[in-house]
């Protein structure tokens, strides 16, 4: 991980080296000074397949013997992907955590991770949450941070996490087939209903309630865990960023099928229901995204097997729909035609 000569010390004397040896090199942990979380932390990942990590031009690693190397990367900048002032350990998990989703719905097994950060000034109370958010997440599945840069400017932070998976076993969105059912993990809606509280959108006289939803959006759980034990079984997936009415498309585009989805079977937190309206709790499970839940699809035959997986790692499956020949999705509740959000999320729309 390289400073860039564009980061300038900030009134404290904490200059861009200094920045990337305390916060996310391996010595984090034991930093004067640093917040009871920061000193908490289990601290960078260090994995026996890199053969060189932070400090040069460029990380080396060695990617083992018949597998297939996953690659993805997002961007998150502020006041787009979260609000300005979010805490920063929030930052911090959900900038790995939207790439771990990633390859969750490849089946894949997460290994290393380079971070570009882009900060109006080196604070050091903010990197020690932001830090302490990412790389304990990143301990968490196994993942070391390898590289990347840091730069003065408006806050964005940039992830690539790169992992592996058995030679052609990969999760696709193309693989499914006729018949086959349509399948999401956990619940949908969350962290929509979270954002909208974040951001006084919506308002809950329940703290209990509220701090479930918001901690679903500034938290979110990648079904890493669970993306693995799909290889074999399901057929195809991804995950549900920005939201089941913008993703399934997608899906259904790639194998060159058509989707059907029953509305009233889509899996609704208590929290959710409590908060909302049945018909605004359904919007937001359509169309808000950010769940980072697992859209999948599987044999009707397996579906069972798919489901008792899940439920060994506390996760619920659920089966909203089927896949069909022709294109296009349809949507129904109780049987009726049903208008879904159009289109999900879109950046430049």
């Not at 040069?56 to 979260?82: M, N, Q, S, W």
């Not at 999705?329 to 430049?348: I, K, N, S």
């Given at each position: 991980?390289?400073?860039?000569?564009?980061?300038?010390?900030?009134?404290?004397?904490?200059?861009?080296?200094?920045?990337?040896?305390?916060?996310?090199?391996?010595?984090?942990?034991?930093?004067?000074?640093?917040?009871?979380?920061?000193?908490?932390?289990?601290?960078?990942?260090?994995?026996?397949?890199?053969?060189?990590?932070?400090?040069?031009?460029?990380?080396?690693?060695?990617c083992?013997?018949?597998?297939?190397?996953?690659?993805?990367?997002?961007?998150?900048?502020?006041?787009?992907?979260?609000?300005?002032?979010?805490?920063?350990?929030?930052?911090?998990?959900?900038?790995l955590?939207?790439?771990?989703?990633d390859?969750?719905?490849?089946?894949?097994?997460?290994?290393?991770?380079?971070?570009?950060?882009?900060l109006?000034?080196?604070?050091?109370?903010?990197?020690?949450?932001?830090s302490?958010?990412?790389?304990d997440?990143?301990?968490?599945?196994?993942?070391?941070?390898?590289?990347?840069?840091?730069?003065?400017?408006?806050?964005?932070?940039?992830?690539?996490?790169?992992g592996h998976?058995?030679?052609?076993?990969?999760?696709?969105?193309?693989?499914?087939?006729?018949?086959?059912?349509?399948?999401?993990?956990?619940?949908?809606?969350?962290?929509?209903?979270?954002?909208?509280?974040?951001?006084?959108?919506?308002?809950?006289?329940?703290?209990?309630?509220?701090?479930?939803?918001?901690?679903?959006?500034?938290?979110?759980?990648?079904?890493?865990?669970?993306?693995?034990?799909?290889?074999?079984?399901?057929?195809?997936?991804?995950?549900?960023?920005?939201?089941?009415?913008?993703?399934l498309?997608?899906?259904?585009?790639?194998?060159?099928?058509?989707?059907?989805?029953?509305?009233?079977?889509?899996?609704?937190?208590?929290a959710?229901?409590?908060?909302?309206?049945?018909?605004?709790?359904?919007?937001?499970?359509?169309g808000?995204?950010?769940?980072?839940?697992?859209?999948?699809?599987?044999?009707?035959?397996?579906?069972?097997?798919?489901?008792?997986?899940?439920?060994r790692?506390?996760?619920t499956?659920?089966?909203?729909?089927?896949?069909?020949?022709g294109?296009?999705?349809?949507?129904?509740?109780?049987?009726?035609?049903?208008?879904?959000?159009?289109?999900?999320?879109?950046?430049?729309?």
């Amino acid at each position: 991980m390289q400073g860039d000569d564009a980061m300038h010390e900030d009134e404290a004397s904490l200059g861009e080296f200094e920045l990337i040896d305390r916060y996310f090199g391996p010595g984090r942990p034991s930093v004067a000074g640093a917040s009871d979380a920061a000193r908490r932390s289990p601290g960078a990942t260090r994995r026996s397949d890199v053969i060189l990590g932070i400090g040069d031009d460029a990380a080396l690693l060695r990617c083992p013997a018949d597998k297939d190397l996953v690659a993805a990367v997002d961007t998150l900048v502020e006041g787009r992907h979260f609000p300005a002032g979010s805490a920063p350990r929030s930052i911090g998990h959900r900038s790995l955590a939207v790439n771990l989703s990633d390859l969750a719905a490849m089946g894949a097994t997460p290994a290393w991770a380079t971070l570009a950060l882009t900060l109006p000034a080196a604070d050091r109370r903010w990197l020690e949450g932001f830090s302490a958010g990412f790389l304990d997440l990143a301990a968490a599945h196994g993942v070391e941070l390898v590289g990347g840069n840091t730069t003065a400017g408006p806050l964005n932070i940039n992830v690539q996490i790169l992992g592996h998976i058995d030679r052609g076993s990969a999760l696709r969105r193309s693989g499914a087939q006729p018949g086959e059912v349509l399948a999401v993990t956990g619940t949908l809606g969350d962290a929509g209903a979270g954002l909208a509280l974040v951001t006084g959108r919506a308002v809950s006289a329940d703290r209990a309630v509220a701090a479930e939803l918001i901690e679903r959006f500034e938290y979110p759980t990648p079904r890493v865990q669970f993306g693995m034990a799909a290889r074999g079984i399901a057929s195809a997936a991804m995950d549900l960023s920005d939201g089941l009415a913008g993703d399934l498309p997608k899906l259904a585009r790639a194998s060159g099928l058509a989707a059907h989805v029953d509305v009233e079977r889509l899996p609704l937190s208590p929290a959710l229901r409590s908060l909302a309206p049945l018909a605004q709790a359904r919007e937001w499970a359509l169309g808000a995204g950010e769940d980072y839940e697992l859209l999948v699809a599987v044999p009707a035959q397996r579906f069972g097997d798919l489901a008792a997986a899940a439920a060994r790692l506390n996760l619920t499956l659920t089966a909203i729909g089927e896949l069909r020949r022709g294109t296009g999705v349809t949507w129904a509740l109780e049987g009726l035609p049903f208008a879904a959000p159009g289109g999900g999320y879109d950046h430049f729309r």
